[in-house]
């Protein structure tokens, strides 16, 4: 069975905000159909909707001004194809009789609240004002997605078949890809920047580490300074690799034996005490703990493969009179040609929800890279059209991760 992400909200969105009442002189001319698929059809207005929210989504997330004029220059073609992949897929639904139950959209609309920090109902709605939208347009838009994905869920999930031997071999022929590389188990102790002047925190982080040498433990000797606001408490790292830490750290720590103690290295927020625990060289992680990671990957690729496929399939078998604007005469470039997630030269959104800390342990380290902030209450993504086009087009190998995570 093919793993499915659900979508941010996002790829949910079809209607776009800040558009007008159409002035009636232009009604006829905005009404004529430009896309006809079986029984669906889309009209020039349709495609003017979508192609100017395109337009000004690429203004705001294109900072290149070279990417941001060819996006521009396609969004014509781009904004056509997409509405014809997801023409030919509502008429495949259309024949499959796919409903979509209330049941279903309110459980979408539980994980958007619970996905964007939405505590109340109230929450929610403002949200969707903020970004032009009403509930009612977003359940008939959770509805449309959901349509769409079960269509070609049912039509694609039975050619989505990956044996254990296709496993292996792709394992065999990219084992570096798999490498492991040399690893230090860390937990360090700051003292902070903002705790105390400079020649105090010297000497603070002197006494710890002569305290800890001597054999105290760190988390003993540092209780004190922490409860005044002086030190971080213990922080455990885990295990880091290199390019993990910053550089400064990095350079003074790597070639420490296991079980020593560094001396006080400045970096990002302060002084930084890291003790070294243990230390794993470079490997090559067995099969069976990269096997989940690589029948996820072959599973995305088998499906772009046979999603491709299908959608000939359908364009083959379909009543298709399509007569674009003039900006979007060469959108059938754009149906063979994978693109990001947005599906209409946007830049992609991974969708990838940030991993939250494991309760109980300290804050992610200042030696440490920070992460991204999450999504904050009341703030909804930018609408954009829904896109039924696949999942994102290449999986990059990924860093392999430790053992017993994947």
Do not use: C
């Not at 230090?184 to 920047?193: A, F, P, S």
């Amino acid at each position: 069975m093919v793993n499915r992400r659900p979508r941010r909200l996002a790829s949910l969105f079809l209607f776009l905000a800040g558009f007008g009442a159409v002035p009636a002189l232009h009604a006829e001319v905005l009404n004529r159909i430009v896309l006809r698929v079986n029984d669906r059809i889309a009209t020039l207005h349709d495609y003017e909707k979508r192609r100017e929210a395109v337009i000004a989504d690429v203004g705001r997330r294109t900072q290149d001004p070279e990417e941001r004029q060819r996006m521009l220059t396609e969004a014509g073609n781009a904004t056509f194809a997409a509405m014809y992949r997801e023409l030919l897929l509502e008429s495949r639904a259309d024949q499959l009789g796919i409903g979509i139950s209330d049941a279903q959209i309110d459980a979408a609309i539980a994980r958007i609240r619970e996905n964007f920090n939405l505590k109340t109902d109230a929450d929610l709605q403002a949200a969707l004002a903020s970004s032009g939208m009403t509930m009612e347009q977003l359940r008939e838009q959770i509805r449309s997605q959901q349509r769409l994905d079960e269509a070609r869920q049912r039509d694609i999930e039975a050619r989505v078949k990956i044996e254990e031997e296709d496993l292996r071999r792709y394992y065999r022929k990219n084992l570096e890809q798999f490498r492991q590389p040399e690893q230090l188990q860390l937990r360090e102790v700051v003292v902070l920047e903002e705790g105390a002047p400079a020649e105090e925190r010297s000497r603070i982080a002197a006494e710890i580490r002569t305290r800890v040498l001597g054999g105290a433990s760190l988390a003993d000797v540092v209780a004190e300074h922490a409860g005044k606001g002086v030190t971080s408490n213990v922080i455990e790292l885990g295990w880091v690799s290199p390019g993990d830490l910053d550089k400064s750290l990095e350079t003074a720590i790597w070639a420490l034996p296991t079980g020593s103690l560094s001396e006080p290295v400045p970096a990002r927020g302060g002084l930084h005490i890291v003790q070294v625990l243990d230390r794993r060289e470079s490997r090559v992680l067995p099969f069976a703990e990269v096997s989940a990671a690589i029948e996820q990957r072959e599973q995305q690729r088998v499906f772009r493969e046979e999603f491709s496929k299908y959608m000939a399939e359908l364009e083959q078998k379909a009543l298709i009179v399509a007569n674009p604007p003039a900006e979007a005469a060469n959108f059938r470039r754009f149906l063979s040609e994978e693109g990001s997630e947005g599906g209409e030269g946007l830049p992609a959104d991974t969708g990838a929800p940030e991993a939250a800390p494991p309760t109980g342990t300290e804050p992610a380290s200042p030696a440490t890279s920070p992460t991204a902030p999450g999504g904050q209450p009341g703030s909804l993504p930018t609408p954009k059209p829904v896109d039924p086009s696949p999942a994102p087009t290449e999986v990059p190998p990924p860093s392999p991760p430790p053992p017993g995570t994947l």
